[in-house]
């Protein structure tokens, strides 16, 4: 059955290949700009600096210093407070990775692993605050909180769902973070060589989203529901999009951004769970992604509220 349907898939993007061969080609050349000009600078020097500190175990003296104010809100060890630290700093899908290398390398529980992927794979503040925030965010709804600055209540509705979920998980989930470290293995290989691989993979699904996203844009449906569609797709072209056909509507615009945003995507979902490597984390981890998107609807409803 799975070959069929694999088969089925195939067969259709041949079809579309050939039937949209100048949107497809120009879709490609602009997923690599992308990758070129978004991706590879956003990523690259973390993946580099992570790889090299896994490599010379370096994880537990990093996070020695935020360690103390980490275990108030999780229950996490020594390592676990590094993904932390990354899943929060770096953005997507280096928390995912992160996470993933620590327990294939047995520096993390199972337990451990699952509970923090729910909540330790999220949008770097770079991108949020210099792509999403600056370019669309502006002048949208959170503009005239008179409370709080537009771009801290920004910051607060992205990061503070997985906050929360990580809080509440603690206590639902009840990870082990006891380790036997005679069981540690070390890390091995070429970090450069590690971070060129992971990188090629990532851009492989940027390219190939970004060309679904375009396709999406040729459908003859309502231009609401096709920005919609793009932005569940990809968030970095979906935003774009949302932006130009929704911007009229300031609180829909809005909750959609930075929906999509908490979330990631497809694509980012994508390139996240093809950074773990157990079956049973990716389920986590899209449980912690479902969670953090409920989360968010109830805050973002809250501050309709107060604002109106």
Partial sequence: MKKIIKTILCVFAIVLTVTFPALISKSVKDGIALCL????PALLP????????????LCSQISYILKPILKIFFKISDNGCF????????????GAKTISDLYIHKKISFSEAAYLVTFCNNCSLS????????NYLQN??????????????CVILVYCPAFIVGTANRFLLKPDITVNNSKAMPFTGNPILLSVKSLTTLSVYVICFNIMSRLLLTLPINAT??????????????????FENISGNTVLCTYLILLFTVFGGISITMQSLS???HSKLKVYYLVGKLESSV?????FFILYLVKN
């Fill in 37 to 40: 000009y978004t991706l590879v």
């Fill in 46 to 57: 973390f993946m580099l600096i992570v790889n090299i500190m896994q490599k010379h175990d």
């Fill in 83 to 94: 993904a932390v630290i990354i899943g929060f700093i770096c953005g997507y899908p280096m």
């Fill in 127 to 134: 991108f949020l605050l210099n792509y999403i925030f600056l």
């Fill in 140 to 153: 949208s709804f959170i503009k005239n909180t008179a409370f709080i600055n537009p771009a801290l209540l």
């Fill in 225 to 242: 529901f096709k920005s919609i569609l793009c932005g569940v797709s990809e968030i970095t072209s979906g935003t774009a999009i949302i």
């Fill in 275 to 277: 950074q773990i490597c």
């Fill in 295 to 299: 989360v968010f609807t109830l805050l």
